[in-house]
């Protein structure tokens, strides 16, 4: 199976980026998580990326805030698919991360998540995996039912109380 690289630019993003590592190590899906900063350790960051295919990786979400140049400039290097996080880490509540993460030129395509969007980027890197992994679309599958269990049974709850 390939894995999931969870790179984020600083060690303060990891309460977010780790709800993407649960979730992918609750359906048992291999992951790395690395720390590279676009600004602070490019080379790093591109090394990465460049090698990252040959490496088993088939997702990279990549999570920064502020000027948030992560996932663009891993993109840059490799056409693996690159989901970015924009994060909520500065005076801008993350508008600042999401514009930047979302904005990206013609041909380096980066899919951006919720503003701390992390399981919602570790769910769609599952889904990119499943389009040829039979055994993860069947966990996503089971993962919808039981949602939508979840909702009915609130559904069921609020109805009980309210309505006569
Ligand atoms: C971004 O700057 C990082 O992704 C982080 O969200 C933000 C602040 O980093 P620190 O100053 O906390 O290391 O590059």
Redesign the pocket.
Known sequence: MKKIAII??????LPVAEKAADTLRQHGIPFEVHIF?A?RTPNEARDFALNARVNGFGVIIA????A?H?AGALAANTTLPVIGIP?K?SALDGVDALLSTVQMPSGIPVATVAIDGAVNAALLSMEILAVSDEEIAEKLDALRRAETQKVLAKNAAAEAKFNV
Do not use: E, F
Request: no cysteine; aromatic share 0%.
């Open positions: 984020m630019g600083s060690d303060s993003d900063s600004h999570a920064a805030g502020k948030a992560l994060l880490s």
